[in-house]
């Protein structure tokens, strides 16, 4: 069993509720409970059953861009992509599970009977109750409307445990009035892996705005009071930027500051509002991170080239407006690299790149690693597979993000507002030109990404920096969702620019010498002034072999995106155990 925790701790109990390894915790099965009220009529009984709750964050959450337009790989899972689906059908699969949500409302029950203080119990309710609306966001997304429970359920609770699901509206009022009651009670301390008041308040903001968005741009799901939710998300944002601890990490230095924010072994507290911790000494026991986007097996995971044109130049102008579509089209992997964004050379593999913790030498990229030719490096650092660094689930700039968005959604945006937000996102990135709100004007690229929106400029710019700030960092799934602009799931993605094909030597980082060369193969005789890339045969070139032209990973046929594919299917075998249960429109159709 992997061993990820958050927070890391030091204390060990031999109760059977948790086992004693490495003077680490590590959850043992839900069914062994302590069943005496005695147990937490202590703090240290309250704290320890509660440290559970935190296995509940998965390190797996950072790899969702790879189901979106920000990347592209091989095979599963691909089906939003191509909508091959495949219907979960054991009970408990495919996220309809409520084991957690049970434990949750068990020690809520437990706690509120509790003895302690009503200080000390009122912040590890705030604590649970952050858990539980956590875990209900997480089946709202997928499902829509699920139900709703309070209390913990006992095996002959029938009419509780078979009843219809409960409305989206009830359930999410339900999330809210939990995240309101956490940061009422949570301490104002500054954690970085550990759950606060601020980080209640990060991660209202976060859900709020989900909502909100979801249910403005989703209109054929009739859900009320968003702009209620959105309100809700900048009340909450605006509230951790007035007042919080939290700043963006900056040394000064924007071609690195970017990039170490995720390498270092512990996250800068100043920016970092949570994230999962790793024992240093444990085997097996970190994130697998390098390997997902450095292993041959693992999918071969690319940037898109969509997501490359949202870099901005190092100006902060946009590469849209630099360039012309036919110079994009055939401009070389170096030349789309010059005087760019330093987030993006911190994030994917341009000329002159050095491995984080190794000795240098030239790397161009492996093709046997990803489909485009934009190799993913964000995070990536020495180990071949395992590390131990931190890994950050919510971090203050996103917050920012929040922020500019809900604010411009509510007709709030202005100079103070731009100027706490975007800018100073901006400013760390190392743009000398802050964007004016009168002045702000969009690109044909984002009005065709966010064609809801198309018409409105400073919205579109607001979700071009999320894209480019929040890269590779688990958000682009969830935001492509919340929006309503599905489409951008069945795009055909494309690479880098080869201006030679198969078998001919090419000049990949412009400096007057022949460095690369594509094959299909890699001949017996190699000339050892070359890199030899491997073309996998799921890849090829929009003109040929023979000629090159850009990478394309695939070539399928376009399957427009339908509005129920925003939800997920329920299992059929709960189906069939609750005739109370309704599955998602359209999903009963898929065989």
Known sequence: MKKYILPILTVCATLQLFSCSDDFLERTPDTQIPESQVFFNSETGLQMFSDGFYRYFSANSIKEDATSDNCEHLGSPADIRTKDYALPTALGSGGWDWTSIRNVNYFISKCKESTVESEIKNKYLGLARFFRAYLYFSKVKAFGDVPWYSNALNTNDDEELYKARDSRTLVMDSVLADLDFAIKYLPE???????????????????CLYEGTWRKYHPSYNLPNAEKFIQESFNASKELVD????????????????????????????????????????????????????????????????????????????FNVKYSEAEQETMSFADEMKNRDPRLAASIITPGYIRYGT?????????????????????????????????????????????????????????????????????????????????????????????????????????????????????????????GEGHLFRETYEGIYINAGINTPVDLDSDGINDVCFVREKPENLDKNLTYIEIMGANGFSKGDNEGGRIIPYNKEYVPFEDWEYLKPIPTEELTLNKNLKQNPQWELIK
């Open 189 to 207: 301390e500054q954690y970085h892996n550990r759950i606060s008041h601020w980080t209640a308040l990060a991660f209202k903001s976060r859900i």
């Open 243 to 318: 007042k919080g601890p939290y700043k963006l990490y900056t040394t000064g230095n924007p071609v690195s500051d970017y990039r170490m924010l995720f390498l270092f072994t512990t996250a800068p507290a100043e920016e970092c509002i949570l994230s999962l911790s790793f024992p240093q000494d444990q085997t097996g026991g970190g994130a697998e991170y390098n390997y997902f986007f450095t292993d041959y097996s693992n999918g071969n995971h690319g940037a898109t080239r969509s997501l490359i044109e949202d870099y901005f130049m190092v100006d902060g102008t946009s």
């Open 359 to 483: 000795d240098g030498g030239r790397n161009y990229g492996d093709f046997m690693q990803n489909r485009t030719g934009y190799q993913i490096c964000k995070r990536v650092g020495p180990e071949p597979y395992v590390d131990y660094r931190d890994i950050i689930l919510m971090r203050y700039a996103e917050v920012l993000l929040n922020y500019a968005e809900a604010a411009e959604e509510l007709g709030k945006l202005d100079k103070t507002i731009l100027d706490k937000t975007i800018n100073e996102i901006r400013k760390r990135a190392g743009f000398n030109i802050p964007l004016i709100l009168e002045n702000i004007t969009t690109d044909n690229h984002q009005r065709a990404l966010y064609q809801q929106i198309k018409d409105n400029d400073v919205l579109c710019e607001i979700r071009h920096e999320r894209r480019v700030e929040l890269a590779f960092e688990g958000l682009r799934y969830d935001d492509i969702i919340r929006w």
